[in-house]
């Protein structure tokens, strides 16, 4: 497990880009730790699997042909020793294939590709049994270091029988966690509640995925499994210690947070993978008192501690912490260093799409552009916006944002367009790149 903290810093109310209003005198920190890994070279241990799949009547048509198809294939990728099963639910709960080794399951792609539609829209039930399953294969590929069992739930609606409220559907992939079985989600088209769909995989330690178009449903499975397959460290979490006086002013990255004692963060980033590293994006404020008070004493404004399970290249487990202080020593004139600014950038890009989504859904399209406007000309002021490494992107998202104020001007935003804006989110804040790439639209669309 490798650690790589950037930090850069600007006086309270300087023209450092995305400087704060405050007129107190003192500093703001911008902190960027990404964390990364390799994937242990010795066999990796087996994993298990539990399709937990929508066949409701509005999954008819190309969105149950694409989940039975991803399903089947990203199962013909495990181990044979690996461990799969499959759930179908609409009103009632049918178990296509129960869990068992790949290598017996002989007829599980021609049970999936006869998944037909029908019912409305037990979520929860079709979730439970996914537990149960996953409970049952603890039996089958024990506890070696980076083993995992995983639901990955894949509907087009809300829940609609069964279990339907929210909190409880939350608590209950928090508890399933607690016994090692994480969720993932994935929803498709315009109908399921993103909200919902996200808080489950929180609270499950897995990923939450959009499908916008049929096709798109291998990549996000092919994703997802290649994830699993290159876990090198489990229950990553970092948590920050503030100093005397010093503050959070924003937290980019939104992994699930808590608050374990006064002036103590912990930020739950999950498994860590080697195909993703995992990114969290701080801005703290300081009292020049209390930054004077620092640099005399010699000690730290902040510390990161990162904890975690780590597989090593022999397949066994170590538990490792690694402290990380953030130095006092802050000079009174600004300094950037672009790839924080970048990553700053990006994150207030990210948050922008989902307030003006969220502001479109709620019928204040006006609003909506102008949030649109104002993050457009904050890109644009920023150095990074003509400088070779990072005007690109910048400049794509700027393009990007000027197509969103128009569709907000002009009233044709669909639910398409924000569940598509809320991935989109998702993904930059949580290091999702790759995935990015193949959820973008092409321009216009």
Not at 17 to 39: D, M, N, W, Y
Not at 103 to 118: E, I, K, N, Q, T
Not at 130 to 137: C, D, I, K, L, N
Not at 264 to 273: S, T
């Amino acid at each position: 497990m490798d650690a790589v903290l950037q930090v850069d810093h600007h006086p309270i109310g300087s023209s450092f880009p995305q400087a704060p209003a405050e007129s107190a005198s003192g500093v703001v920190v911008r902190a960027l730790l990404t964390v990364s890994g390799l994937a242990p070279v010795s066999n990796r241990a087996p994993i298990a699997l539990s399709f937990v799949i929508d066949r409701s009547g509005s999954m008819a048509g190309d969105r149950i042909k694409a989940a039975r198809v991803a399903a089947a294939r990203t199962a013909e990728r495990l181990h044979p020793d690996d461990v799969v099963s499959v759930v179908a639910f609409d009103d009632l709960v049918e178990t296509i294939a129960a869990p068992d080794r790949r290598a017996r399951h002989h007829a599980l792609s021609a049970a999936l590709h006869a998944l037909d539609v029908r019912g409305r829209t037990n979520l929860s039930g079709g979730w439970l049994r996914g537990r149960e399953h996953m409970q049952a294969a603890l039996a089958m590929i024990g506890t070696l270091p980076g083993s995992s069992r995983r639901i990955v739930l894949l509907t087009d609606g809300c829940a609609t029988a069964g279990i339907t409220d929210p909190s409880i559907l939350v608590e209950l992939t928090r508890a399933a966690r607690h016994m090692g079985i994480s969720t993932t989600t994935v929803g498709i088209g315009e109908r399921y509640d993103d909200h919902l769909l996200r808080m489950m995989a929180d609270a499950g330690g897995g990923n939450a995925w959009y499908i916008e178009h049929a096709d798109q449903s291998q990549d996000v499975l092919a994703e997802e499994l290649g994830n699993l397959l290159s876990i090198c460290a489990q229950g990553l979490t970092a948590t920050i210690t503030l100093s005397d006086a010093v503050q959070i002013l924003a937290v980019h990255s939104g992994w699930p947070t808590s608050q374990p004692t006064p002036g103590a963060f912990a930020f739950d980033l999950g498994d860590l993978y080697a195909a993703e590293p995992k990114p969290l994006l701080l801005e703290l404020s300081i009292p020049q008192e209390q930054l004077d008070a620092r640099k005399a004493a010699g000690s730290p404004i902040a510390v990161l501690t990162l904890t975690a399970d780590v597989i090593t290249p022999t397949g066994s487990v170590e538990h490792r912490t690694l402290h990380l202080p953030i130095a006092s020593s802050l000079e009174g004139q600004q300094s950037m260093r672009p790839e924080v600014e970048q990553a700053v950038l990006l994150a207030r890009a990210a948050r922008a799409r989902e307030d003006a989504a969220r502001l479109q859904r709620e019928g204040r399209a006006h609003e909506a552009q102008q949030v649109m406007r104002e993050q457009r000309r904050t890109l644009a002021e920023s150095p990074n916006f003509t400088a070779d490494e990072y005007a690109a992107v910048l400049q794509s998202i700027a393009e990007d944002f000027d197509d969103l104020s128009e569709k907000y001007r002009d009233g044709t935003f669909s639910e398409l367009d924000a569940k598509y804006q809320m991935q989109r989110s998702y993904n930059t804040r949580r290091g999702k790149a790759s995935y990015d790439e193949k959820l973008r639209r092409r321009r216009g669309e």
